[in-house]
């Protein structure tokens, strides 16, 4: 599956800004959806994950409670609600695929995932 993530861009701290992952060729429905950032000079770091079913959900401790991930099988997206924004969250994120997953279970690990995207940028000003 080819996976589009779109939707960063600027914004300034404490705003908000939501980013997209739509699937082409085959329906996301069927797969357990990760996010996924890189800041210049840092490793990759877990954001947030969503179960096939949209049940489970999981987060990194630096977004906890300030991002939302959730996702319409029926557009086939899965977005990531990002508020209070800080500048620390600055980075390229990136969304991921896991196929052959159970309806309710969920994956933190980078090499969890089989499929991804080609990033979008957010940065957030101060």
């Known amino acids: 599956v080819q996976l589009q993530a779109s939707g960063g861009g600027l914004v300034q701290a404490g705003g908000p800004l939501r980013l997209s992952c739509a699937a082409s060729e085959r329906t996301l429905s069927s797969y357990a959806v990760g996010w996924f950032r890189q800041a210049p000079g840092n490793k990759r770091e877990f954001v947030a994950t969503?179960?096939?079913?949209?049940?489970?959900?999981h987060y990194g401790d630096s977004v906890r409670g300030r991002f939302k991930v959730s996702r319409d099988n029926v557009r086939n997206t899965v977005y990531l609600q990002m508020n209070s924004l800080k500048p620390e969250d600055t980075a390229v994120y990136y969304c991921a695929a896991r196929s052959q997953v159970t309806a309710q279970t969920i994956y933190v690990s980078e090499s969890s995932y089989d499929y991804w995207g080609q990033g979008t940028q957010v940065t957030v000003s101060s």
């Open positions: 969503i179960s096939r079913n949209g049940e489970a959900t």
